[in-house]
Nanobody, 123 residues
Framework: VQLQASGGGSVQAGGSLRLSCATS????????VGWFRQAPGKEREFVAA????????HYLDSVKGRITIPRPNAQDTAYLEMNSLNPEDTAVYYC?????????????????WGQGTQVTVSS
């Protein structure tokens, strides 16, 4: 199972990016897909997650209203829509899947991880 995250880049504050997470060898059906980020010198933190079959989503409080997981249109690709970005959003963003149970905001709940994609927001 592989996850491929893409779509990162450099934007100015207030800009937008759309990240993608593609899986190979499986689909996301029945799974939970999580998005995490890690800024330099900081621990990896939860950003958002979607319970795939239910379509329910969960978000870090500080990103609510700015970052969303849109309804999937394919079973093998998840997205993270990021708007009104600010410099505090600068980080490497990772997608995760293979939910093992427990608190879905915890990195330990996921078995599979993408390689990360860099998001840089300048002021």
């Amino acid at each position: 199972v592989q996850l491929q995250a893409s779509g990162g880049g450099s934007v100015q504050a207030g800009g937008s990016l759309r990240l993608s997470c593609a899986t190979s060898g499986r689909t996301f059906s029945g799974d939970v897909v999580g998005w995490f980020r890690q800024a330099p010198g900081k621990e990896r933190e939860f950003v958002a997650a979607i319970v795939w079959n239910l379509g329910t989503t969960h978000y870090l409080d500080s990103v609510k209203g700015r970052i969303t997981i849109p309804r999937p249109n394919a079973q093998d690709t998840a997205y993270l829509e990021m708007n009104s970005l600010n410099p505090e959003d600068t980080a490497v963003y990772y997608c995760a899947a293979g939910y093992r149970g427990g608190v879905l905001r915890r990195a330990s709940a996921y078995a599979y991880w993408g390689q990360g994609t860099q998001v840089t927001v300048s002021s």
